[in-house]
């Protein structure tokens, strides 16, 4: 049996006999509650139609959210709710303040306002995001503005940090890397500020910025980290001496010129300058001379013959270190017999010095001069080694001095 459905008036019935074409994807219709076909009730042929892409729902009031009855069979209604249509975000400009800027400079020049209308229609959108020529222009700008004014800022500060004479070298170095820290931490957030950039824009970047961070910047930020605990603990600070070996293993010594952020800088006798990362410094073992006390030790071995005073050698020792600049009197010196040798007895000389900068090669040399004049002049002697040869007499031997007995006689009897 056919059930005759009532049309909406916006309805539009295909005419079987109109030469217009019919949609290839119109179906059948029939009723959702009998299942029985719809039937047009002015040509009495079944309905025709194009199926929607969603089945019949009820329908709820918009306000109370109950149920819509239909008002014949008291039923909930159903319908097929009409597809909203796909809205394209309006694109974002991704620096704000750049849209102001733009506006008060075509309000003060039209001719300025005509250029930078040109630069801002030359955008690239990505997404919701638009950025233009005018847009890089106001970047630079404020980047550089804010590089400008932290640098002198951070100047400043360290002026102001050098006149406060209650801080050690130790503790206002340390002071002027935290502060420098922290006014470049705030001009970047100033600058985020003043170009107006959504934060929440840039959280497609976080992750590859956190991996850059973690992998890129891992050493960096070590350095950074353990330069601040070096200062902090003061176990490595400006003027200290410390070793340094070179690239063949011959170690030598240093000076902490400053620490950087990223590495020390350590100046050695000869001027060659070393730039030894601050994570070695917490991660190996380091000889630092000036640690506790700037007092250094240094030995001065010394052999003579045994033949010599010793008594009068160990005055002439002492004597050499009073007569030598930079070695202090206290604590005071002391010579030692460490051995008898093959050919020597042997003495070593130990002297302090409060200056290791200055050098160790330098003293020593100085000391052994001041020990040649006085042995000379005291004729202490200074052995060498000494190898006593014994011959045993054989023929062939005895031959080969007669020969050379011979040769020696004919070369006199010619002259």
Known sequence: MSTTATLPVSAT???????????????????????EPLIDPETGEQLM???????????????????????????????????????????????????????????????????????????VRIGSISFSLWDAVVLMFVIALVIFIAWAITR???????????????????????????IWAMAFLIGIDLLGI???????????????????????????IAGIILLMDKSIKPGDVISVADSA???????????????????????????IPNENLMINQVVNWSYSSRDVRVKAPVGVSYDSDL?????????????????????????NIMAFGNSSVDFELRFWISDPEGGLANIRSDVYKRIWQLFKENDIEIPF???DINLRRNEPFEQLVAAIGQRLENNSTKS
Request: no cysteine; net charge negative; aromatic share 4%.
């Open 49 to 123: 139609g194009v199926p929607a892409p969603q089945e019949a729902v009820p329908i709820m009031d918009p306000v109370t959210g109950e149920p819509i009855l239909d008002p014949e069979t008291g039923e909930p209604l159903l319908a097929i709710p009409d597809p909203q249509p796909t809205i394209e975000p309006e694109a974002v400009t991704a620096i704000t303040t750049s849209d102001d800027l733009r506006d008060a400079v075509t309000e003060r020049s039209e001719t300025v306002g005509g250029i930078v209308d040109t630069l801002d229609s030359a955008a």
């Open 311 to 335: 008594e009068l050698v160990e005055k002439l020792l002492y004597k050499a270190v009073e007569e030598t600049p930079r070695i202090l009197n206290a604590p005071k010196a002391r010579v």
């Open 13 to 35: 019935v295909a005419d079987p006999t109109s030469t217009e074409e019919i949609n290839p994807d119109a179906v059948p219709l029939r009723d959702p509650n009998t299942g």
């Open 249 to 275: 293993g011959n170690e030598g010594f240093g000076q902490i010129r400053k620490i950087g952020i990223r590495a020390i800088s350590v100046v050695t006798r000869d001027q060659t300058e070393y730039l």
């Open 385 to 387: 080694p000494q190898n």
């Open 156 to 182: 400043l500060s360290r002026f102001a940090l050098r006149r406060i004479t209650k801080l050690d070298s130790s503790q206002r170095l340390l002071t002027e890397k935290i502060s420098t820290i922290v």
């Open 198 to 224: 959504d934060l929440t824009a840039l959280a497609v970047f976080s992750g590859a910025f956190g991996l850059a961070i973690g992998f890129g910047l891992q050493k960096t930020f070590g350095n950074l």
